[in-house]
Structures are given as structure tokens and as C-alpha cells.
């Protein structure tokens, strides 16, 4: 860990105690420098919990991250929310209405998840 990461996340630590156990966590892929014995042991010094994800997975969190830019480039980015309450609304209102109804997805053939479990359960009665 560099001076200059010490100090960030020492910065954005909430204090001990504080925020009911919250907690710093650190996202980083399997190499070298950040799988280190001197790295894993300054992050449990700051109170930091690791994630890492296994040698050969880069997948593992493909998916969450897909979704999250999806979601900031069609929403979120474009939109000013006044409260949190309203920007809960707004984006329930997207996955429930849209982005589970009607937006057509990549993995899906672009069919949106009606038309895609339409036709399954078509190719399904004719198999």
C-alpha cells in the first residue's frame, strides 16, 4: 500500500465505532503487489476488507457491472434526484418498468425478457 493509498483510505474510513460497523472495502484483482503479506496486513491494520477475486475469474463480477453503467448511462447521469427517496423511486420505477419489461438485452438475442421467455416456452411446446 503506498503512502498516498494509506492516506486515502485512512481519510475515508468512518471512525471506529461509528456508522454501526461500517466499513471500508477495497476492490482488487489478483496480482502481485496487492496479494502481498506487507498489503493484506496494512489493510487490517486500517480496517479494511479485501475483495479479490480468484485467479482465472474475471467474470465475477461482469454482470453487476454491466448493469450499474447500464444503469447510470440511461438513468441516472441524466437525471437530478431532490431526495433519496425520490431517486429510489425513479430507479425501481426503470428495473420494474423498463429494464425487465421492455429494454432489449445483448445476452438475449436483443429481445427484451417477455419476447425472450416467449419464444423459450414456444420452442419448448414445439420440442
Given at each position: ?64 457491472e454491466s448493469f450499474f453503467a447500464t444503469l447510470r448511462a440511461e438513468l ?45 416456452q414456444i420452442q419448448q411446446h414445439v420440442a
Amino acid at each position: 500500500m503506498t503512502p498516498s493509498s494509506r492516506s486515502t483510505c485512512s481519510e475515508n474510513l468512518p471512525e471506529r465505532g461509528d456508522h454501526h460497523g461500517a466499513s471500508c472495502i477495497i476492490r482488487t484483482v489478483e496480482v502481485a503487489p496487492y496479494a502481498s503479506d506487507d498489503y493484506r496486513a496494512e489493510l487490517r491494520a486500517q480496517g479494511v476488507r479485501r475483495s479479490m477475486s480468484r485467479k482465472g475469474d474475471c467474470w465475477d463480477n461482469a454482470v453487476a457491472e454491466s448493469f450499474f453503467a447500464t444503469l447510470r448511462a440511461e438513468l441516472v447521469d441524466h437525471e437530478h434526484y431532490p431526495t433519496r427517496e425520490a431517486a429510489t423511486k425513479s430507479i425501481g420505477d426503470y428495473i420494474d418498468n423498463f429494464y425487465n419489461v421492455e429494454r432489449r438485452h445483448s445476452h438475449l438475442g436483443y429481445l427484451n425478457p417477455i419476447e425472450f421467455e416467449l419464444r423459450s416456452q414456444i420452442q419448448q411446446h414445439v420440442a
